[in-house]
């Protein structure tokens, strides 16, 4: 009786973790651990992997084949790396290029399966790893806005303040002093 690791789509809160959690215990499998996204648990009746998949399915959850999940945090990395080398020079590269240069597959095929897995559209996670990076910019750099903006593949110092104001619901000054105020109360 070996632990296994199953990964979970559809998972985003704790009453999620509830439910899958008695689902699993239903199919007599033994929780050890359970998080948003994964469950760890003993299978001492050697349940198979379409019954849980099919226990999950019915109660609105997906089971994620593991290397699918490889997949898609191989291309956060990827997404990760192209921000990381935009920083320290110009690219000469697209996201798309790179991707296709990186994954030896089309860019419309890994967007259609990064959604598929992650839930999520691969050009909205990247332009939010983008503001993250702005937010980091802002807060440990002497870069201006556009230089910035420039850095990060905007088109200017005003699309990156629509954007920055789309993802995170604020605009770039009202971040920026809420950082100033919280660094201030810090040193006091």
């Known amino acids: 009786m070996n632990e296994e ?5 559809n998972m985003s809160s704790p009453r999620d973790i509830l439910l899958v959690s008695q689902a ?5 499998l033994r ?4 998080e948003i996204g994964a469950a760890a648990y003993m299978n001492p009746e050697e349940v198979e992997r379409g019954t849980i998949s099919r226990a999950l399915e019915n109660i609105g959850y997906a089971l994620i084949d593991p290397e699918a999940k490889l997949f898609a945090e191989r291309i956060r990395s990827l997404i990760s790396s192209f921000i990381d080398e935009m920083l320290r020079r110009p690219q000469h590269m697209s996201l798309e290029e790179f991707l296709e240069q990186e994954c030896k597959e089309s860019f419309g095929f890994i967007c259609q399966r990064f959604q598929t897995i992650s839930g999520q559209r691969l050009r909205i996670y990247y332009k939010r790893m983008r503001i993250e990076r702005v937010k980091i910019l802002l807060n440990h750099s002497t870069l201006t806005l556009q230089e910035i903006a420039r850095k990060l593949d905007f088109k200017s110092g005003k699309n990156l303040s629509r ?7 604020q605009p770039i000054s009202a971040y920026t002093k809420r950082q100033l105020v919280t660094s201030m109360q810090k040193i006091v």
Do not use: P, R
């Open 31 to 34: 929780v050890k651990e359970i």
């Open 24 to 28: 699993l215990e239903h199919l007599g």
């Open 5 to 9: 690791i199953v990964y979970i789509n």
């Open 163 to 169: 954007t920055f104001k789309e993802v995170t619901g």
